[in-house]
């Protein structure tokens, strides 16, 4: 079974940066996308950004500019810098991961605990 562990959230002032990372560990697994969400209170999750396998890039409108996100393979690891906050930045942000569990050649698809950040004004 794949699991997530985020890190990298907290607080940060207005036009501040943070990076965010989310690892994947377990066995038996191949990861093709993986992704950051985010969720405000009393708000749907919506994505911020995900990252292919082959490193193709899919980035939200609200984030388009002022975020990057990357990945290590070989570390199961996924990145997420993001500057020029704003205190509509304020979430918890998820990290996803879908891909294969190889020994039973099935589909997964998993989320991370969450990590707050807070972007004061």
């Known amino acids: 079974q794949v699991q997530l562990v985020e890190s990298g959230g907290g607080l940060v002032q207005a036009g501040g940066s943070l990076r965010l990372s989310c690892v994947a560990s377990g066995s038996s697994f191949q990861i093709n996308e993986m992704g950051w969400y985010r969720q405000e209170p009393g708000k749907q999750r919506e994505l911020v950004a995900a990252i292919s396998s082959g490193g193709d890039t899919n980035y939200a409108g609200s984030v388009g500019g002022r975020s990057t996100i990357s990945r290590d393979n070989a570390k199961n690891t996924v990145y997420l810098q993001m500057n020029r906050l704003e205190p509509e930045d304020t979430a918890v942000y998820y990290c996803?991961?879908?891909?294969?569990?190889?020994?039973?050649?099935?589909?997964?698809?998993?989320w991370g605990q969450g990590t707050l950040v807070t972007v004061s004004s």
């Open positions: 996803n991961a879908q891909g294969i569990d190889t020994s039973k050649y099935k589909f997964f698809e998993v």
